[in-house]
């Protein structure tokens, strides 16, 4: 990466650390005017800085301390390079000077190679007073200066910050100690000496690092937001913290308050806002209160008593902790048992919350509840003064979906019909499992997915009671033994487990022979080996795998022996074969089929013909009437085509005059269309003479736009967003799992996957892609639980070939997707490979809904954020669980929003 890239990357900033984190709560330093941050300012959003900004959480802290202002009202303009003088307004707020500023009632005079701005001069002041700058050395950093540059406006460099900032925090010793080190950025050489120590001492205090390339440019500029994360970061090694600022150990957290205790001992307590952002030590992303302990040491930003930044400083653990279910409570002697069968006392003050930091009393507490009861290391006392309630005994019965199922640790996920939450027990291997008639069953025949009525008793499920049975796919393997008379049923030789097998078929069994188009049950053979895919104990598709039916094409016929009904031919790669004909053999002319008495007098020598085989065995013959293969010569002038078939051959044909060529899905296609390496067919005339059409073949999947179907007719858009109409009148139609389907089978704004030969459209396959809400994921299988938005599960296997992207845009990869994701999966059309779109989700403000034009609008969390997006015509807008038009929601109501193929396929409040 080139520097010049670097610095529009972000990582010019003095930490190249990628940040990532929250709304941002104010804005950076004036400079206009030398106002300062009132006692009750508290801005929790502003307009140029984006929820996703990587400055976001140092700007946020360092404008709730007051330390920086923005430029104007709401504006921050984060990428503008920051001024000497600006530099040490912040610093010296940062140091908690402003009063020192404020008290200041003469006006400073500055020698004229140090102009500042009036609004800056007692900023500038007191950081002299401070020994933040000297005279001496600014007067001999503006030697050679531009004439007329006003030092207080010149851009600060990254060395000069680094020096300020070090002294601001009284590491200057630290500094003077680290002058003599060598430093290892490779243009060493470039800072300058007087502040060589200072950025030695800024690295190694981790507030300051190097780029990619291992430069450190001592002279490059910082931008205002480089400021910020600078400042912020050097504060841990503030003596005195900023007057906003409270560092200590956390002693409590409950979901509206927090309580600190300082280094005597000292606790203080301060509420919490719903805009209370919370981060960690590992990296700039906000985390979530549930990852903050008590005894952990903290610092906090408040106003007025309320903490609006919270970031842990150190996340070791001085408590003493144990976990157990409780046996019995004593609240006169203020005991607890836990069964550990150890009694401990518990402070008169003792604090007790849920796992979510709610506040509960001793008495909410139910025996057998699984409790945590903590005491702190660091005050003097046997008392435990925090009970943390895990886990109630639960005791109900409920329906819902299974969304996760380990028999090996006999725990079971449930999606609770009635709460939309998904919780989760155990199960003895003594639980009654019954489907709804009443019928005993064992846990083995239970899936994601089905629905389930579930009685718990002390947290434990004891019964089970199968509403609904989920579509669970199974493959079975055996071979072929027999057909019911009825048809209706097969049975096999299974190759485990029972000797003979029966299944029932379902309507629409699809049977799949290698080699044999439209192939049926009636095909099967016994001894055939198969595998039967089975969908909720029924067939949906045989697959002959031991057997293929051979097709030899353009076959030149050299003999037949009436008597011996011996036919003798050479295949396309001019190898002789003899078949002898067998009186059931299948004559196929000009799509009329023959008796076996017309062979002879139709099928002549030199005519090419098109055998298949089965078993050494001739099913079915009919003269050639196309060959395919690849284009290797295309000759107009000659009126030569030669083609290299599948086998390797290369056969030439004459072009006659009334030569056409179709491309696929290409109207008006002409010789000039036709490249070299095409796979092509070439349809023959009826003496095989000649070619009369060269036509090529496309299998594509499209977007369904419109759907007519009085015309029988679709209109769809490509992948290159052009759109077209196909008429569907004669053409077969199947559904995804290989039924017959209609065109009231199609839905606008899903998929369709067309197969064209030349202009005509061979076959439709409808696509309904997987749209919905992941309740589990299998990383390890490659597996998915997607609930869909009418409730059901599907389990979806990825396969060897998946691609996963983020609306359809950023490459993802299969372990980023976590359980609450909302995905579209579907098959594509050429090689199988499964897509996997990953919706890009987002909490938005309301502003309108347009019905006629299907878009939804949101209000601008910051600049350029998207406010206008188009609706899928099925979106699923809900409130909690119940189902509304997206013209329920009103101006200024909470929603996250999920865009998949850039639509808004949900909207959650």
């Known amino acids: 990466m080139t520097n010049k890239k670097l610095a529009s990357a972000v990582l010019t900033s003095l930490i190249i650390t990628s940040l990532a984190g929250t709304p941002v709560l104010a804005a950076p330093v004036t400079t206009t005017s030398t106002s300062t941050t009132s006692a009750s300012t508290v801005r929790l959003s502003f307009n140029d800085v984006s929820s996703d900004y990587w400055g976001i959480r140092h700007i946020s802290k360092l404008a709730l301390e007051g330390v920086i202002q923005g430029v104007a009202d709401g504006i921050y303009d984060p990428e503008k390079a920051v001024s000497q003088q600006d530099v040490l307004i912040m610093a010296t707020r940062m140091m908690g000077l402003q009063s020192e500023v404020d008290s200041l009632t003469s006006e400073t005079v500055f020698p004229d190679f140090m102009l500042v701005d009036k609004y800056a001069r007692n900023y500038v002041a007191v950081a002299l007073q401070k020994g933040l700058i000297s005279t001496a050395d600014e007067k001999l950093r503006s030697s050679g200066a531009p004439k007329g540059e006003i030092w207080g406006q010149k851009k600060a460099t990254r060395e000069w910050v680094a020096e300020v900032v070090i002294r601001a925090i009284g590491k200057a010793s630290m500094a003077s100690n680290l002058a003599g080190s060598a430093s290892s950025f490779t243009d060493k050489n470039q800072i300058s000496t007087a502040t060589l120590?200072?950025?030695?001492?800024?690295?190694?205090?981790?507030?300051?690092?190097?780029?990619?390339?291992?430069?450190?440019?001592?002279?490059?500029?910082?931008?205002?937001?480089?400021?910020?994360?600078?400042?912020?970061?050097?504060?841990?090694?503030?003596?005195?913290?900023?007057?906003?600022?409270?560092?200590?150990?956390?002693?409590?957290?409950?979901?509206?308050?927090?309580?600190?205790?300082?280094?005597?001992?000292?606790?203080?307590?301060?509420?919490?806002?719903?805009?209370?952002?919370?981060?960690?030590?590992?990296?700039?992303?906000?985390?979530?209160?549930?990852?903050?302990?008590?005894?952990?040491?903290?610092?906090?930003?408040?106003?007025?008593?309320?903490?609006?930044?919270?970031?842990?400083?150190?996340?070791?653990?001085?408590?003493?902790?144990?976990?157990?279910?409780?046996?019995k409570l004593n609240l006169t002697?203020?005991?607890?048992?836990?069964?550990?069968?150890?009694?401990?006392?518990?402070?008169?003050?003792?604090?007790?919350?849920?796992?979510?930091?709610?506040?509960?009393?001793?008495?909410?507490?139910?025996?057998?509840?699984?409790?945590?009861?903590?005491?702190?290391?660091l005050v003097e006392s046997d008392k435990y003064t925090s009970i943390v309630v895990k886990q109630i005994p639960v005791n109900k019965t409920s329906v819902g979906e299974i969304q996760a199922l380990d028999k090996n640790a006999m725990q079971l996920s449930m999606l609770e019909a009635s709460s939309g939450e998904v919780e989760t027990f155990g199960f003895s291997s003594n639980v009654i499992a019954t489907l709804a008639d009443t019928t005993l069953i064992t846990v083995d025949s239970i899936h994601i997915g089905d629905t389930l009525e579930y009685t718990v008793k002390n947290s434990e499920i004891v019964k089970?009671?199968?509403?609904?049975?989920?579509?669970?796919?199974?493959?079975?393997?055996?071979?072929?033994?027999?057909?019911?008379?009825?048809?209706?049923?097969?049975?096999?030789?299974?190759?485990?487990?029972?000797?003979?097998?029966?299944?029932?078929?379902?309507?629409?069994?699809?049977?799949?022979?290698?080699?044999?188009?439209?192939?049926?049950?009636?095909?099967?053979?016994?001894?055939?080996?198969?595998?039967l895919d089975v969908l909720n104990n029924k067939v949906t598709k045989i697959t002959v795998t031991n057997r293929s039916i051979e097709n030899v094409s353009f076959a030149k016929i050299i003999d037949y022996s009436d008597s011996s009904k011996i036919l003798t031919v050479t295949d396309s790669e001019g190898n002789p074969n003899a078949y002898k004909l067998n009186d059931d053999l299948t004559i196929n002319y000009a799509g009329t089929i023959l008796p076996f008495s017309s062979f002879n007098g139709i099928f002549t020598r030199g005519k090419f013909v098109d055998i298949q085989v089965s078993n050494k065995n001739v099913k079915q013959i009919q003269l050639s009437s196309q060959l395919d293969g690849a284009l290797t010569q295309l000759n107009v002038q000659t009126n030569d085509?030669?083609?290299?078939?599948?086998?390797?051959?290369?056969?030439?044909?004459?072009?006659?005059?009334?030569?056409?060529?179709?491309?696929?899905?290409?109207?008006?296609?002409?010789?000039?269309?036709?490249?070299?390496?095409?796979?092509?067919?070439?349809?023959?005339?009826?003496?095989?003479?000649?070619?009369?059409?060269?036509?090529?073949?496309?299998?594509?999947?499209?977007?369904?736009?419109?759907?007519?179907?009085?015309?029988?007719?679709?209109?769809?858009?490509?992948?290159?967003?052009?759109?077209?109409?196909?008429?569907?009148?004669?053409?077969?139609?199947?559904?995804?799992?290989?039924?017959?389907?209609?065109?009231?089978?199609?839905?606008?704004?899903?998929?369709?996957k067309l197969s064209f030969k030349g202009l005509a459209v061979t076959q439709a396959e409808v696509i309904t892609p997987v749209r919905g809400k992941v309740t589990a994921v299998n990383a390890a299988s490659g597996s998915l639980t997607v609930q869909d938005f009418t409730g059901k599960s599907q389990v979806v296997n990825a396969g060897s070939k998946y691609d996963v992207t983020l609306n359809g845009g950023t490459s993802w990869s299969f372990s980023s997707i976590k359980v609450g994701d909302r995905v579209q999966v579907m098959k594509g059309a050429a090689d199988g490979t499964m897509h996997i779109q990953v919706a890009i989700a987002s909490k938005r403000e309301v502003d309108s809904y347009s019905s006629s034009l299907g878009q939804f609008y949101v209000k601008a969390a910051g600049a350029g954020d998207q406010t206008t997006y188009n609706v899928f015509s099925r979106v699923y807008a809900h409130k909690g669980t119940t189902v509304v038009s997206p013209s329920a929601f009103v101006s200024g109501e909470q929603v996250t929003i999920y865009v998949l193929d850039n639509k808004i396929v949900e909207i959650e409040k």
């Open 333 to 377: 002697t203020m005991k607890v048992t836990l069964d550990d069968f150890e009694s401990y006392d518990l402070a008169s003050d003792v604090s007790v919350t849920d796992v979510d930091g709610r506040g509960l009393s001793l008495g909410d507490i139910i025996k057998g509840s699984t409790i945590q009861i903590r005491k702190s290391q």
């Open 641 to 752: 085509v030669t083609i290299k078939t599948s086998s390797g051959q290369s056969l030439t044909f004459k072009l006659n005059s009334n030569t056409t060529v179709e491309l696929a899905n290409k109207p008006g296609s002409t010789f000039a269309d036709l490249k070299v390496g095409d796979n092509i067919s070439l349809i023959l005339s009826f003496d095989q003479s000649t070619i009369t059409k060269i036509v090529t073949s496309q299998t594509a999947v499209f977007k369904t736009i419109l759907l007519n179907p009085n015309l029988k007719q679709v209109t769809v858009l490509d992948s290159a967003n052009k759109t077209f109409s196909v008429a569907l009148d004669g053409v077969p139609i199947v559904k995804g799992d290989g039924s017959t389907g209609t065109i009231a089978d199609f839905a606008i704004e899903d998929y369709v």
């Open 464 to 531: 089970i009671v199968v509403k609904k049975q989920a579509d669970v796919g199974t493959t079975v393997e055996g071979s072929f033994k027999q057909l019911s008379d009825d048809k209706s049923t097969i049975l096999i030789n299974k190759t485990s487990g029972k000797t003979v097998d029966a299944y029932e078929l379902s309507n629409n069994t699809r049977v799949v022979i290698s080699g044999l188009a439209n192939a049926s049950i009636y095909d099967l053979t016994v001894g055939d080996q198969l595998k």
């Open 197 to 327: 120590g200072f950025v030695n001492a800024a690295v190694a205090l981790k507030i300051v690092d190097g780029f990619e390339d291992g430069s450190f440019q001592p002279r490059g500029a910082v931008t205002r937001a480089q400021m910020a994360t600078f400042l912020s970061r050097s504060q841990k090694n503030l003596t005195t913290l900023p007057d906003r600022a409270v560092k200590g150990y956390m002693t409590s957290l409950t979901s509206g308050s927090i309580a600190i205790m300082d280094g005597n001992g000292n606790t203080s307590t301060y509420k919490l806002s719903p805009n209370t952002k919370f981060f960690g030590t590992a990296d700039d992303k906000a985390i979530s209160s549930k990852d903050l302990q008590e005894t952990y040491e903290v610092s906090l930003v408040q106003v007025n008593g309320t903490a609006y930044y919270v970031e842990i400083l150190n996340d070791e653990l001085h408590m003493d902790v144990h976990e157990g279910q409780l046996l």
